[in-house]
Every structure is written in C-alpha cells, then in structure tokens.
C-alpha cells in the first residue's frame, strides 16, 4: 500500500509518499508560494538531485495536480500512475473537542474542520483545502484527516481543565488540546516498543523544535502536554514565548498602545529565544554560536530554555508519579547534545537520571543516551509525524 501524505499551510503544501510494506520513503516534496507570484515546486527522491520546477499555482487544487506529476513523471517520478495511490493522510492541526482520533474524511469530517477554524485560524482553512484540493483532482480516493490535538484528548479534565470561570468551556470549549500530538503519539509509542518498556511505562517525550512541547504519557495514553488552547503555551521557543503571567498582556498594551492582537503576534512571533537574545535569531544554532562568543542574552535565553524544559519534566514524574523514561525528538532534541546533556545532568539528578558522553554523542537516530545504573533511561528517537499520519491512514482505509 501507498499513501501519500499531505501537510497544507495557507500558501504551501508539503507532501511524502510513502512505501507501507517496506515503510520506505519514496519520494517528498513541497510547493511554495501558492497564490503568490513565484510559486515553485521541489520535489526530492531519495538518491537523486532534486527536481525544481518553477510554475503558477494560483491555488492548492493546483499544487496538488503538480505534485501529481512530479510523482508520476517518467524521470523524476515514483509511480506509473496515480491508481497506485491507495490513500491520502491529511495533517490537520485543529480538530477542537470534535475528534479524539484520525477519520476517514466525509461531510460531517469536512464541516467539523470548518467549526475548528476559529480554533486554527492559520492551519484549518488552509488543512480543508488541501483535503479539498485532492478531491476534486483525485475523485474517488479515500482521505484520512490526522489531528494533531488527538492525542491531548486522552488527558482527564483535571489536566485540560483552565482555572477560569467554566462557562468558558461549556460556551467555547476553552481547554488544554495540546499540539505535535502525531509526534508525541508516535514517540510515545515507539519508545516503549524499542526499549523494551512494560505496558504501562511512564512516558516523558520532550519534542524541542522550533516549536517545542513537552508530554507525558502512561502505555500511550496522554496524560498531559505543555501547548494548551493554541500552541503558545508551555516550552520557550524560537519565537514563542510559552507561559506567562496573562497580566502582562495588558501591562504591555498599555504602555506601548498596541491591541491584544498585536500583543499575541509578538507573543507568537518575535519571543522565545528571538526575543529573549534581542532578535539575534529563532535558530538555536544561531542563538548557540553567539553565546559561546560571549552574548550575555543568548547566554540567559538558552539557560532559561533549558531549565523550563527540566522543569516541566520534574512537573511531568509528578503527575505521572514516576517516570520510566526521557525522550527527546525534534531539531534541537535530536541534534544537540549539550542542551540534551545540561538538561539531564543541571535538573534531573534528583530522579537519577544519568547521561553516558558516549552514547550522547549520537545525532539523528534512535539511540540510548543514559547510562546504565541510570534510574530512568534517556531516549533519543526521531520523530516521524508523517509515517505517523501514514500509518492511521492505513489503518482506517484497510478496516
Ligand atoms: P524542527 O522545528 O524540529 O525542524 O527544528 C528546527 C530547529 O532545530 C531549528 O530552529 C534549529 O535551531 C534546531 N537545530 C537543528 N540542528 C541543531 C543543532 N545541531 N544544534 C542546535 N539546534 C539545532
């Protein structure tokens, strides 16, 4: 079986095919600028020079029929034909208190995406269309929507719940959802099974990307994660700002005179360690590099990173009352040893966690980087949300 997996932006498209036999990646690709001038497509095999080509699209109906090609294309492609496609997963980023699991997309799928738009402003509309795009340029193929709050709908209410007047909740379903859930979910799962971890392990998966989250999880059930209502909550990032006192939304508007919406730009936008490092930079390697030359603020944005992260990991074995194992995943969590290094070794004495240099020198691929008579082992483990969305898909279309 082979299913082609879709993540949609309001003016990009990403896309994998992958292999499900073999869980091969055959070709992946990504198409920018959709409605803009300049729009290009990008389209990598594995082994081969990428194939550029530089067209209009005005719309995602457009893009998709493009990837269409590049993918059946007699040089560049890696199907005869498009009926080799079996299925279509759909990243979706918002699916509100409506879904708690993947679904194969109808009607009722479609019109549940829409009521989450208020909730995904950026991604939801530009998810539908993707899912839209593909049905009108491939009639009659099954798509599968993937959510990436599914997995923070196994938390129980006293983890979702806010501390605010409840009628919020009952009016606008104002509650924890949690985002990267493919990723947690996929984590989560993985690590038990190459690990060898009982049933019912204690899970703390510490995604660190540009945006980062953190979750913990018993036998891969959610119990709580650090995004909330929208994925500004929790870790410091590369741009966001993660947790603060509320008040000092309105403290800063007042004295700069900007609106709430200004504020939540900046909040999303212009935070996390861009902003902590006086807007040296959103990349970590950037952030990394100036520190090292004697930036005080990249120094203090990095330190301050790294204790939220331990911090929400000793708040995450207390939940769980105990932890069995540590997972990092995600840019930084995959390929930078020293933060995964400090984090352990500055914080987590305490539950006898230790790091082997060894084993720690590793970058991008599943390895154990704790040491033996470490109490709780440290993962590193790539994430793959689109194997992830690939895998639902299958399992919904085979059913
Ligand atoms: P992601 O969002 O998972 O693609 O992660 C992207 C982030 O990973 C970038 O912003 C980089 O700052 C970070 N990153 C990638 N490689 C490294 C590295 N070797 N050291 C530190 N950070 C890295």
């Not at 549940?112 to 009108?136: K, Q, S, V």
């Not at 004295?255 to 730009?265: A, P, R, S, T």
Request: charged fraction near 25%; hydrophobic fraction near 40%; proline fraction near 3%.
């Amino acid at each position: 079986m082979k299913i082609l997996v879709l993540n949609c932006g309001s003016s990009s498209l990403k896309y994998q095919i992958i292999d499900m036999e073999t869980k091969d990646l055959l070709c992946k690709g990504l198409c920018e600028r959709i409605g803009i001038d300049g729009s290009k497509l990008t389209h990598k095999v594995p082994g081969k020079d990428d194939f550029v080509r530089q067209e209009a699209m005005p719309d995602h109906k457009r893009a998709v029929e493009m990837v269409m090609e590049a993918i059946t294309d007699e040089v560049v492609g890696v199907l005869k034909s498009i009926d080799e496609v079996d299925a279509i997963g759909h990243r979706v980023l918002h699916g509100g208190n409506l879904f708690t699991k993947s679904c194969l997309v109808d009607e009722k799928c479609k019109a549940a995406i829409r009521e989450c738009f208020d909730l995904g402003p950026l991604h939801n509309p530009a998810n539908l269309m993707g899912i839209e795009a593909c049905e009108a340029a491939m009639p009659g193929k099954p798509n599968v929507a993937v959510f990436d709050t599914s997995f923070g709908m196994g938390m129980e209410p006293k983890a979702y719940t806010y501390a605010i007047p409840i009628e919020y909740y009952e009016k606008y379903h104002v509650r924890r959802y949690g985002f990267h859930g493919t990723s947690h979910d996929y984590v989560s799962h993985r690590l038990p099974e190459i690990a060898k971890l009982p049933e019912n392990a204690k899970v703390i998966v510490c995604h660190l990307g540009n945006g980062a989250s953190v979750s913990a999880s018993i036998g891969g059930k959610c119990v709580d994660t650090s995004m909330g209502l929208t994925p500004l909550e929790g870790l410091i990032m590369g741009t966001r700002s993660g947790d603060l006192d509320p008040a000092i939304l309105q403290y800063i508007c007042n004295k700069e005179g900007i609106d709430v919406n200004q504020m939540l730009n900046i909040l999303n936008k212009k935070s996390g360690i861009f902003g902590m490092s006086g807007g040296v930079s959103s990349d970590f390697r950037d952030v990394g590099a100036a520190a090292d030359a004697g930036d005080q603020k990249c120094k203090v944005a990095l330190e301050a990173y790294r204790y939220r992260v331990a911090k929400y990991i000793g708040a995450y074995a207390a939940a769980m009352n105990g932890v069995d194992a540590i997972c990092f995943t995600a840019g930084v969590g995959e390929n930078d040893k020293q933060a995964r290094k400090l984090i352990c070794e500055e914080y987590l004495g305490y539950l006898g966690v230790k790091i082997d240099d060894q084993r720690n020198d590793v970058r991008g691929k599943e390895a154990l980087i704790s040491a033996d008579d470490s109490k709780v082992q440290v993962w590193l483990l790539p994430t793959n949300e689109e194997l992830k969305i690939a895998m639902d898909t299958q399992a919904l279309v085979t059913k």
